[in-house]
């Protein structure tokens, strides 16, 4: 059993990186260890073109799960998920920033320690002022046009 690298954090989803939807196919399907549920506290999400958005609000909460990598796919798969999130390290122009979080894990409530997307400066700034919140913090519960 190959030990996991302690740098390795597990990566905190809560949209179109989630089982069952199409980039958790594209990006994660086959490359994870583990896939559990769980909350981000102090977030909330607004709704994006197709995805959502994280934004840190104290008192929020959102859904998603913590998805373990596997050790082999960690790397390849840090790189390609920053730039399907449009993420570019220390660019405050970015759609996206990967952050440090503790996230909760649903089955016994440890607080874990992931990496989480959230929406960069410039965007969260957006969202606030003019974006659609999604009410309940769970992006597969959003109200869908009929």
Partial sequence: MTAR???HLPFFVYGTLRPGEINHDLFLRGRTASEEP????????YDGPGYPYAVEEPGGELSG???TARPEAYDRLLVELDELE?????????????VRRDVV??????????WVYLAGDVVADELRAEGRRIEGGDWRARGLPG
């Fill in 5 to 7: 690298n302690p740098h």
């Fill in 86 to 98: 449009e993420c570019v390290p220390g660019d405050p122009r970015s759609l996206y920033v990967r």
């Fill in 65 to 67: 799960e913590l998805v």
């Fill in 105 to 114: 894990r649903r089955r016994d409530g440890a607080g874990v320690r992931a």
């Fill in 38 to 45: 769980g909350r981000l506290l102090d977030a909330v999400l």
